[in-house]
T-cell receptor, first 110, second 115 residues
Framework: SQQGEEDPQALSIQEGENATMNCSYK?????LQWYRQNSGRGLVHLIL?????REKHSGRLRVTLDTSKKSSSLLITASRAADTASYFCAFTGGGNKLTFGTGTQLKVEL | GAGVSQSPSNKVTEKGKDVELRCDPISGHTALYWYRQSLGQGLEFLIY????????KSGLPSDRFSAERTGGSVSTLTIQRTQQEDSAVYLC?????????????FGEGSWLTVV
């Protein structure tokens, strides 16, 4: 399967702690994106990192990409209860198909 | 419109019936995608439309599934002779052009339950 693998599958942390999610893939990629999904409905784009970039920041989000290891990580700093959601990595290779990872369910407790 | 619009939001249908799911992409977006997500699972690619090019149908799970996009805008996903395993959320997304390097925007999905 060309689907990305994410770990952990589920993560439970306390508010204020940092959350780290990892994504691994098998193909060469053009870029990698991270999405958030609340309550199993629409996904919201968080951040995109291109294959020639190693790190990118957006607010409390930090994404890293290691193309030699075919892996990416998403770090959410100073987490809040409102960050509770499922997080998916997604990537494109040589074509137009956006392939999604298996997702990490994050729960941030007060 | 302001975002990707999907209808119906929820659909319950009897096994064996046909269903149509509609997607209205963001105005001006030439690329349109359909994905399927079963409960607690990741997203499964179904089909991709780009402008007037032939669609990429490589993800359609069987010949009971088909999709069309009329006038380069609205798309309809049709599932014929529905089966219980078709129960899932069907998500539509659009982007301003082909996906590489561009953000895609998702609709809220159509939750299909086959009983």
């Amino acid at each position: 399967s060309q689907q990305g693998e994410e770990d952990p599958q589920a993560l439970s942390i306390q508010e204020g702690e940092n959350a780290t999610m990892n994504c691994s893939y098998k193909t060469s990629i053009n870029n990698l994106q991270w999405y958030r999904q609340n309550s199993g409905r629409g996904l919201v784009h968080l951040i995109l990192i291109r294959s020639n970039e190693r790190e990118k920041h957006s607010g409390r989000l930090r994404v890293t990409l290691d193309t030699s290891k075919k892996s990416s990580s998403l770090l959410i700093t100073a987490s809040r209860a409102a960050d509770t959601a499922s997080y998916f990595c997604a990537f494109t290779g040589g074509g137009n198909k956006l392939t999604f990872g298996t997702g990490t369910q994050l729960k941030v407790e007060l | 419109g302001a975002g990707v619009s999907q209808s119906p939001s929820n659909k319950v249908t009897e096994k064996g019936k046909d269903v149509e799911l509609r997607c209205d992409p963001i105005s001006g977006h030439t690329a349109l995608y359909w994905y399927r997500q079963s409960l607690g699972q990741g997203l499964e690619f179904l089909i991709y439309f780009q402008g007037n090019s032939a669609p990429d149908k490589s993800g359609l799970p069987s010949d009971r599934f088909s999709a069309e996009r009329t006038g380069g805008s609205v798309s309809t996903l049709t599932i014929q002779r529905t089966q219980q395993e078709d129960s899932a959320v069907y998500l539509c997304a659009s982007s301003i052009r082909q996906i590489s390097g561009n953000t895609i925007y998702f609709g809220e999905g159509s939750w299909l339950t086959v009983v």
